[in-house]
């Protein structure tokens, strides 16, 4: 479960057979505080990389922008590839299942 903000506008695109894929980057900042002796500990953002399928893609294509809160559920995708130098590369992604859009409709940008 991830509640954040949406980092640019999401790429939307269609595979096999029509099916709606989007990709979003989701920003999750966990709040600084200060130690009890006095030390600052900053504000620390996580970037995620979000994929929606089928339906869900077309809700976040239509209606989902930079800078809405999403609350997210999903599952985390581990995945390797070589890339073209044939260095090992790593990518982490969460497969969502569920989302709701937290931004009130005032603030939301008009379609």
């Known amino acids: 479960m991830l509640i954040g903000n949406v980092g640019a506008d999401p790429e939307v695109r269609y595979v096999d057979q029509g099916v709606a ?3 979003l980057r989701l920003a999750t900042t966990e709040r600084g505080y200060t130690l009890q002796n006095g030390t600052q500990v900053p504000d620390r953002t996580d970037w995620h990389t979000v994929l929606l399928w089928r339906k869900l893609a077309e809700i976040v294509e239509k209606y989902v922008h930079k800078g809405d809160k999403l609350y997210i ?6 995945t390797t590839y070589d890339d073209k130098q044939g260095q090992r590369r790593y990518v982490t992604e969460i497969w969502a299942d ?3 859009m937290l931004t009130p409709k005032a603030e939301a940008d008009p379609v």
């Open 21 to 23: 894929v989007a990709r």
């Open 73 to 78: 559920e999903g599952r985390v995708r581990y």
């Open 98 to 100: 569920n989302m709701e």
